[in-house]
């Protein structure tokens, strides 16, 4: 009985590697490119000027670690804020997602992160430190606050200008606004940024690096 021997092509097979990595390679690079332009982009803008829309009013609420958080914790720093639900099967994921995203950017800087909850009866310290957990919010960084609903409700509206309504039996989830907000060292408000639109990050990565300079520490 005579075997019979099969060999390989080397130039195929060196195609099939070639390709192969080419198929790894592909995603790092246009990854690179993506936060290489955004980084551009955001050197660019960083030098417009950015208004102020009023004062942050002084607040006192409960973060995810059960400690009293509020407006003091806040002083003389440079904040970003959210609002947000852990069970939202809306927008918030995306909103959460973006407020992650932009903690390597600004990992050198003293720049805080605050989402405040529109659902604090189901929102407890225990649900938020999950939440924030899921997100790998950095601690001592980025607080999530909970509280009584009429004080977290009274500071979206007529604090931050922004939309916030309860559930009912005509709207069954909390609404609540999508924008991100940027606080300078004073307490005034900077500027609002819808974290659904595609540029949103750049731009308050922009207007951050602008206070961080006008503002330094």
């Known amino acids: 009985m005579t075997a019979t021997v099969v060999s390989s092509n080397p130039s195929t097979s060196r195609k099939s590697r070639a390709a192969t990595l080419a198929l790894i390679l592909f995603p790092v690079v246009i990854g690179a490119s993506m936060l290489w332009l955004r980084h551009v982009e955001v050197q660019r803008l960083a030098s417009r000027q950015i208004h102020g ?4 009013p ?3 609420l409960i973060n995810q670690d059960s400690q009293a958080f509020g407006s003091s914790n806040l002083a003389g720093k440079i904040w970003i804020a959210d609002f947000i639900y ?3 099967p809306g927008p918030c994921p995306m ?3 973006r407020m992650s995203e932009m903690q390597k950017p600004l990992e050198k800087t003293d720049v805080h992160f605050v989402s405040f ?6 929102d407890t310290p225990a649900q938020l430190r999950e939440y ?3 997100l790998r919010a950095q601690p001592g960084r980025w607080d999530f606050l909970t509280g009584p609903k009429s004080e977290i409700y009274k500071l979206s ?3 931050f200008k922004l939309a916030a309504i309860d559930r009912s039996s005509s709207n069954p989830q909390p609404l609540h606004s999508t924008r991100m907000i940027l606080v300078d060292r004073r307490g005034q408000i900077r500027g609002y940024y819808d974290a659904t639109t595609a540029d949103a990050i750049t731009k308050l990565l922009a207007d951050t690096n ?3 300079k006008e503002q330094p520490r």
């Open 95 to 97: 909103i959460s997602s």
């Open 132 to 134: 924030a957990g899921r």
């Open 86 to 88: 852990s069970t939202c």
């Open 157 to 159: 509206q007529e604090g």
């Open 53 to 56: 829309y009023g004062s942050v």
């Open 58 to 60: 002084p607040f006192q």
């Open 210 to 212: 602008h206070l961080l």
């Open 117 to 122: 909850t529109v659902d604090p009866e189901k």
